[in-house]
């Protein structure tokens, strides 16, 4: 396969100089905001200060609002002068992740732009930036490496220190209220001002919502297979949730070599699409729900009960790798729920269910509660639990090949995100996201 940049310098340069040519400067100087828009990208270092590009910001919110009540809205924001660790990115695709649903809701003093990953074409870059070039496709991850901090240089970059870089603001509302990007990436907006260490050159030809998969859930659901504990040949694996992040681990299975995939989902319909990419047993908790776990472990005895020549007592069933992908629910569903909207008892099974010496990857987020692991079991028993957003992906590295097999037709990047939203319609996006009746979205920008 040849490596090459998706987008070609030339036609960022090309552009740039008919929009020179075509009174761009009426919006920087103040005038028509649409004239903004449609101005040049900036091929050189320097200052950005004046640029202005619509943005989807979040303001402040009482408690219990709903998605539709939240004080938000699209907005033009005038970008300041850019910071030299700092790139402008034009927005091509933003994943909706189920996360920003109760984000949207929140109370923002500065408003600020949500969205924490996106694809994009790289137009400036600050004067010590060197991982990016002007003209780039560029996937902004929901973690950055910066490749020297403490964890970065324990092969934590999933955990890397440097997410921010003051000072935040990065430009003003025509009242000239401060903005802010609420994970100094705000990807529900037509540009992007962010810290390098975010984003990644893609060289594989990949389309930009397809990308965009990658940016959070897509990567996370591939790290519980790759990552700290990466998934072995001929093993059984367990995937608890089959929304975005539990379809890429059912992918990532099944790319890893997995024999038996069996993936636990109430939603029909997510029941049918981990089926199409790989998945041999599907399960639906809410059926026999008492019962999932000793279900699940009798699915997992292994061929043998003869300890002396590979197997394992028959009390002591198990797959080999669970992923929890399942979480707590942020607003109650349209779709079916699960039996259990805090989130909690997946954990639970999670621990149950996995064999004396597997391995247990959590990776879902919003639980609400507690729950308890026999204390000898946590203090002298053999269960490997590895918990982590990106679980030990390293972005630079791993994202890149991630997006190679999406060229290759090895993972189905779409099945995670079908439907897509224009800006404007941002919180419809945000809206069929929570209640579950897409599987995913992401916003696009023409
Ligand atoms: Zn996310
Ligand atoms: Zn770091």
Request: proline share 7%; hydrophobic share 40%; charged share 15%.
């Amino acid at each position: 396969m040849a490596v090459r940049k998706a987008v070609s310098r030339r036609s960022v340069l090309k552009k740039a100089a008919a929009a020179v040519g075509g009174g761009a400067a009426a919006g920087l100087l103040g005038g028509d905001p649409t004239a903004a828009q449609a101005q040049a990208p900036a091929v050189l270092t320097g200052t950005q200060a004046g640029r202005r590009f619509r943005a989807f910001m979040c303001f402040q919110n009482p408690p219990n609002t709903s998605i539709q009540d939240a004080r938000s809205s699209v907005e033009t924001v005038t970008m300041r002068a850019l910071h030299p660790d700092r790139i402008v990115v034009r927005t091509e695709a933003a994943q909706v992740c189920y996360t920003i649903v109760g984000q949207v809701v929140g109370n923002y003093t500065p408003p600020a732009i949500l969205g924490h990953s996106a694809v994009g074409i790289v137009e400036a870059i600050g004067s010590r930036v060197r991982r990016v070039e002007v003209g780039d496709r560029v996937l902004l991850a929901n973690t950055p490496q910066c490749g020297v901090c403490y964890n970065c240089l324990r092969g934590r970059s999933d955990r890397c220190m440097n997410t921010r870089i003051e000072p935040d603001v990065i430009g003003t509302l025509a009242d000239g209220t401060e903005v802010i990007q609420q994970h100094d990436r705000g990807g529900f907006a037509e540009l992007i001002v962010t810290p390098e260490q975010y984003a990644i050159p893609i060289f594989y030809d990949v389309p930009p919502v397809e990308l965009s998969m990658l940016g959070c859930s897509g990567a996370c659901g591939l790290g519980t297979t790759i990552g700290v504990a990466p998934v072995e040949v001929g093993a059984d694996v367990v995937v608890l949730g089959c929304g975005p992040l539990g379809l890429a681990a059912v992918q990532g299975a099944r790319i890893k070599g997995a024999s038996q995939i069996i993936a636990v989902e109430p939603i029909a319909a997510r029941r049918a699409v981990a089926q199409q990419l790989g998945a041999t047993t599907v399960i639906d908790p809410n059926v026999d729900t008492d019962n999932v776990v000793a279900r699940i472990r009798d699915l997992c005895r292994g061929p043998s009960a003869r300890t002396w020549a590979g197997g394992r007592p028959a009390a002591q069933p198990g797959p080999d790798f669970v992923v929890e992908a399942v979480g707590g629910d942020i607003f109650p569903p349209k779709e079916v729920a699960g039996p259990d909207p805090t989130g909690v008892l997946s954990l639970q099974w999670a621990w149950q269910l996995c064999s004396s010496a597997g391995h247990v990857t959590t990776v879902a987020v919003s639980q609400r509660g507690t729950f308890s692991v026999p204390a000898g079991q946590w203090s002298n028993g053999s269960k490997n639990h590895h918990p982590g957003n990106f679980n030990g992906v390293s972005t630079l590295r791993d994202v890149q090949l991630f997006a190679r097999l999406i060229e290759k037709g090895q993972f189905n990047a779409r099945a995670l995100g079908p439907d897509t939203f224009p800006l404007d319609r941002t919180k419809d996006a945000l809206q069929v996201v929570a209640d579950r009746t897409t599987v995913g979205a992401a916003i696009v920008f023409s």
